[in-house]
């Protein structure tokens, strides 16, 4: 059976500003891994120190508020559970910059379930959030934050 994590933040960012950070290779290494590698929409993020390795394909989207990323190849947490899953980032402007909802579907699953829940909360909404805000992410690398 599969399952969904969902959640949603705001950011004192605009649409454009929160795109890019989602689409590109220097600001995803600096909010969510330093070992990110983009090209022509597919991207490969590692996190060395757990031995964890994500491909992603950032798909086309008819409407440009919205990015989507598919998942081709994964170990993270050690489990396949995100292999054939999709994370979808939908973003609504509003007059205090940008509330984004994020659906993660078709999470297969599995006992890291809870630990993705929770790790997705804290690389959108406190890593993300301070890279859109202030302009220093906390990625993750070797095993640990970045200091």
């Known amino acids: 059976m599969n399952k969904e994590i969902q959640h949603t933040f705001h950011f004192k960012s605009d ?3 929160i795109k890019r950070a ?4 220097k600001p995803l290494q600096l909010w969510w891994t330093e070992d990110v590698k983009l090209s022509k ?3 490969i993020f590692e996190w060395r120190g757990y031995q964890w390795t994500v491909e ?3 798909l086309p989207s008819s409407n440009e508020k919205t990015i989507i990323w598919a998942c081709t190849k ?3 947490q050690g489990t396949d559970a995100w292999e054939g899953s999709t994370m979808t980032f939908q973003l609504f402007p509003d007059a205090y910059g940008t509330r984004v909802e994020f ?3 078709d999470y297969k699953d599995a006992p890291c379930y809870d630990a993705c829940f929770g790790g997705w909360h804290y ?3 406190v890593s993300l959030k301070a890279y859109l805000e202030t302009g220093k992410g906390m990625p993750m690398c070797s095993g640990g934050v970045v200091e």
């Open 22 to 25: 989602l689409t590109e290779e």
């Open 103 to 105: 659906l993660h579907s």
């Open 41 to 43: 929409g597919h991207g």
């Open 56 to 58: 992603l394909d950032i």
């Open 74 to 76: 994964s170990n993270m």
């Open 15 to 17: 649409p454009a500003s």
């Open 123 to 125: 690389v959108l909404g």
